[in-house]
Nanobody
């Protein structure tokens, strides 16, 4: 079992910044990728950003590209999401996800929630006007 613990959510005014962190722990495992998804009320969970250690790259949704930056510390099993220039539409619960089965290595799976086998409990991000 792998546990993911997120931190850093909160409330911020539009144009502001927040930094989310997610640390993975548990029995011996290997992380192939870690990512962030978000879910707003009444909407599907959507991909935000991911870092791949099997393919060695970072990936972003078009809606956050240029504003959010994902970074990862593979030895520490930790991933961060720096969110700048926040907009009202960024309000959502943000979930950290981890791939220990190498699903995200294939095709476009890194953008798909089914590419990840472990999830955090979620952290609320609220952007106000």
């Amino acid at each position: 079992q792998v546990q993911l613990v997120e931190s850093g959510g909160g409330m911020v005014q539009a144009g502001g910044s927040l930094r989310l962190s997610c640390a993975a722990s548990g029995r011996t495992f290997r992380l192939y990728a870690m990512g962030w998804f978000r879910q707003a009320p009444g909407k599907e969970r959507e991909f935000v950003a991911a870092v791949s250690w099997s393919g060695s790259g970072t990936y972003y949704s078009d809606s956050v590209k240029g504003r959010f930056t994902i970074s990862g510390d593979n030895p520490k099993n930790t991933v961060y999401l720096q969110m700048n220039s926040l907009k009202l539409e960024d309000t959502a619960v943000y979930y950290c996800a981890a791939d220990t089965l190498k699903r995200t290595y294939y095709g476009d799976s890194i953008f798909d929630k089914y590419g990840y086998d472990y999830w955090g409990q979620g952290t609320q991000v609220t952007v106000s006007s």
